[in-house]
């Protein structure tokens, strides 16, 4: 105990002002490594990693040499398998670097105002069957990404959007760009997803959603006119046939607010 107690003791007297500094760096890039695992969903990718590198280590207990020779040229490029495999989560990480938080200037209770709209417009649009896509900017710019349509500079409402998407608006065909807590655009076109996995069942309006969210940190909101529901897409993941409360609270958790589930009919469709 004693020893251990002298080896703490020494580490603290040698410490340096760049060692303390170098841990901060370290402890930064591993806490934003987590938030990124845990928003994106990557931890069936690190897992299958993880299944491999214990496969490996069996490979050479037993003495398989064959397998124990495939593993070992699969680890000795895992840098540029990392990179393959998670490149869009990179692409977006090191654009959030160099980006700001356009709601940084956003209150907490103009946040909240902003999703309540936002949540009422998806489900009023849903019932009468209007098609629509809402575009959340968050940390990284989406200029580089959509093509913009009719600038508007808005007030977030729920009439407002119902109106954008009603089959009668010029501008119902694309998407609607909320930036600051107000709605920014209308009439934007997405690029489309070019990932050969998709089911070949989505729509264009799904594919544009999700080929956002691979290359940003938006999350966009799909309103279904032909199944008359409500999905969103995240990171390039898209979760279909939400519930309003389901979808409140994931913009809730997104915006980094408390959610505070609501009593049934908190408003009226």
């Given at each position: 105990m004693q020893q251990m107690f002298d080896n703490i003791v020494s580490i603290v007297t040698h410490l340096r002002v760049q060692d303390v500094i170098d841990m901060i760096f370290v402890w930064m890039v591993v806490y934003r490594v987590l938030i990124l695992i845990?928003?994106?969903?990557?931890?069936?990718?690190?897992?299958?990693?993880?299944?491999?590198?214990?496969?490996?280590?069996?490979?050479?207990?037993?003495?398989?040499?064959?397998?124990?020779?495939?593993?070992?040229?699969?680890?000795?490029?895992?840098?540029?398998?990392?990179?393959?495999?998670?490149?869009?989560?990179?692409?977006?990480?090191?654009?959030?670097?160099?980006?700001?938080?356009?709601?940084?200037?956003?209150?907490?209770?103009?946040?909240?105002?902003?999703?309540?709209?936002?949540?009422?417009?998806?489900?009023?649009?849903?019932?009468?069957?209007?098609?629509?896509?809402?575009?959340?900017?968050?940390?990284?710019?989406?200029?580089?990404?959509?093509?913009?349509?009719?600038?508007?500079?808005?007030?977030?409402?729920?009439?407002?959007?119902?109106?954008?998407?009603?089959?009668?608006?010029?501008?119902?065909?694309?998407?609607?760009?909320?930036?600051?807590?107000?709605?920014?655009?209308?009439?934007?076109?997405?690029?489309?997803?070019?990932?050969p996995a998709l089911d070949k069942n989505l729509g264009t309006r799904h594919r544009a959603a999700i080929g956002l969210t691979e290359e940003s940190d938006a999350l966009v909101i799909i309103v279904s006119e032909e199944h008359k529901s409500v999905g969103i897409v995240q990171s390039g993941h898209l979760t279909t046939n939400l519930e309003s409360s389901d979808l409140r609270k994931s913009l809730y958790e997104a915006c980094g607010l408390k959610f505070k589930a609501h009593d049934q009919g908190a408003f009226e469709i």
């Open positions: 845990k928003k994106t969903g990557t931890i069936q990718m690190l897992s299958g990693l993880g299944v491999l590198a214990i496969a490996y280590i069996a490979s050479i207990w037993f003495e398989l040499f064959t397998f124990n020779w495939i593993l070992e040229k699969f680890f000795s490029n895992l840098f540029l398998i990392v990179v393959i495999l998670f490149q869009g989560e990179i692409r977006r990480a090191l654009a959030q670097i160099g980006s700001n938080p356009f709601f940084s200037d956003v209150s907490a209770v103009q946040e909240t105002h902003v999703i309540e709209e936002i949540v009422k417009a998806a489900y009023l649009m849903a019932q009468r069957g209007f098609g629509a896509l809402i575009v959340i900017e968050r940390d990284i710019l989406v200029d580089y990404h959509i093509e913009f349509g009719t600038e508007m500079d808005s007030k977030v409402s729920s009439e407002l959007l119902v109106s954008i998407f009603h089959p009668t608006s010029p501008v119902h065909d694309g998407a609607t760009l909320i930036r600051g807590g107000k709605i920014h655009s209308a009439g934007n076109f997405l690029p489309l997803s070019k990932n």
